[in-house]
């Protein structure tokens, strides 16, 4: 089983910025961020594969910024201009086709807020 492990979120003002990472017990194809607010579905915030291609939620587009490290089977997301509306608990995920199902991580709490 894969191991997601994640670091950051938090209290910030609205325009403010946030930092989370995840760091995985092995490296992972696809690697990625969702969120998820209470009665609400998760959805998807942004991904990133192996060779560094990106994919993103239109509503982050823009604000936020998927990266990774393969050396150290890391992905972080920078969260810039956030907005109330961003306040969720925040996912890491991580796919590979060795694996049969996605691996989550514990989720991390990130609030905007005045």
């Known amino acids: 089983q894969v191991h997601l492990v994640e670091f950051g979120g938090g209290l910030v003002q609205p325009g403010g910025s946030l930092r989370l990472s995840c760091v995985a017990s092995e490296t992972m194809f696809e690697m990625g961020w969702y969120r998820q607010v209470p009665g609400k579905k998760r959805e998807l915030v942004a991904t990133?594969?192996?060779?560094?291609?990106?994919n993103y939620a239109v509503s982050v587009e823009g604000r936020f910024t998927i990266s990774r490290d393969n050396a150290k089977n890391r992905v972080d997301l920078q969260m810039n201009s956030l907005k109330p509306e961003d306040t969720a608990v925040y996912y890491c995920?991580?796919?590979?086709?060795?694996?049969?199902?996605?691996?989550w991580g514990q989720g991390t709490q990130v609030t905007v807020s005045s």
């Open positions: 990133i594969i192996w060779s560094g291609d990106t």
């Open positions: 995920n991580a796919q590979d086709g060795r694996h049969p199902q996605d691996s």
